[in-house]
């Protein structure tokens, strides 16, 4: 039968310490933090929880050695020992994950870490025959900058921000609460360490400003439909000496009247008269650059596929280009002369 001390890995006289360490050790194994989603690892660290919940607890530890326990689970003893083991203790754990986590915490040095600046998404349409030849797009953006009048300090021009009297420019205030002394964030400068007395009239005092840039966007031949485009560095500035974000234009192309694109193919639809498809002939295809002269070999059906190669889109990051498909489509008129219609009737007899 397995005990508490089991759980935790432990013999049965082990010290306070022992029995300390070991928890340490085995909760961040199977805390579900490090491993989402796996219920064996939830249900070990419970027990785990559990077994250290009585074993550090010198009462419920005494009680357990005394009257031990089925299935590692005290309680299952004589009726009149009290356990509480619902409860976890929170505040230990807090205490242990705060620091392996690293998450949570709120920062209360005054030190500001450098911040990447935001990601700013953009927009380009071109035509179809644009993104098959490659374009320039200019790209307004709206961003926010260093404040013109002041430069980014927020204080008015021939003033400057001066150390907050509050802090003394440490940019935390320490407050006494029983036993603790607490570490916030200064609330006159918000961290900062120093406060602007005459803000700058342009921008109230944040020392930014909206401006719209506009970037010029190379876009390579052979552009799809929906693609994005990255630019490094050209989006809102960081904060705190952080990079700024990126500039992403997302490019939408135009649909075509006459193709259809497939990858880098382009395909275009050919119609035929039903003797052409069946006796074969010659057709003008019209390609991107120019119309191209086909052979439609004999017997072509409807759908049918023919290639014309290196006809089609540019390659992007590739060499050469992708193909034209010319796709038969055979024509039934609406109408026929008498001449036609007497030769249709010959063909529908003769064909049975
Ligand atoms: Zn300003
Ligand atoms: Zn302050």
């Not at 919940?53 to 005394?66: M, P």
């Not at 052409?276 to 650059?289: F, R, W």
């Amino acid at each position: 039968m397995s005990t508490l001390y089991d759980t935790l890995g432990v013999k049965k006289g082990a010290s306070a310490d022992e029995i300390k360490k070991a928890y340490r050790k085995l909760a961040r194994e199977h805390h579900p933090d490090r491993n989402p989603g796996d219920a064996a690892a939830e249900e070990k660290f419970k027990e785990v929880q559990h077994a250290y919940d009585v074993l550090s607890d010198d009462e419920k530890r005494k009680a357990y050695d005394r009257f031990g326990a089925q299935n590692g689970r005290p309680g299952a003893g004589p009726q009149n020992v009290n356990f509480d083991f619902g409860e976890f203790n929170i505040g230990d754990l807090g205490d242990l994950f705060g620091g392996l986590f690293g998450g949570g915490r709120a920062q209360t040095r005054g030190q500001r870490q450098p911040v990447r600046g935001a990601d700013v998404e953009a927009e380009v349409r071109l035509s179809f025959e644009d993104s098959l030849r490659g374009a320039e797009a200019k790209v307004p953006v709206e961003l926010t900058v260093a404040c013109r009048t002041c430069g980014g300090t927020g204080a008015e021009p021939g003033t400057a921000p001066v150390i907050c009297p509050e802090c003394n420019g440490r940019g935390v205030k320490a407050e006494s609460q029983g036993l603790f002394a607490l570490s916030q964030p200064c609330p006159r400068c918000r961290g900062n360490g120093t406060v602007i007395e005459q803000p700058c009239k342009s921008c109230q005092g944040s020392g930014r400003e909206r401006r719209i840039k506009t970037y010029t966007v190379k876009v390579k031949p052979g552009v799809k439909d929906a693609t994005r485009i990255r630019l490094k560095g050209k989006g809102e500035a960081g904060s705190n000496g952080g990079p700024a974000g990126d500039l992403v234009v997302l490019v939408h192309v135009d649909a075509s009247p006459v193709y259809e694109r497939r990858g880098d193919d382009l395909v275009v639809n050919v119609p035929l008269s039903y003797a052409t498809a069946v006796l074969g002939g010659k057709v003008d295809v019209p390609t991107p650059e120019g119309a191209v002269s086909l052979k439609i070999p004999s017997g072509s059906e409807d759908g049918k596929l023919i290639r014309i190669k290196g006809r089609g889109a540019p390659r992007i990051g590739g060499s050469g280009k992708g193909d034209v498909l010319a796709r038969v489509r055979i024509q039934v008129p609406k109408r026929v002369n008498k001449k036609e219609r007497e030769l249709l009737e010959e063909l529908q007899k003769s064909s049975g």
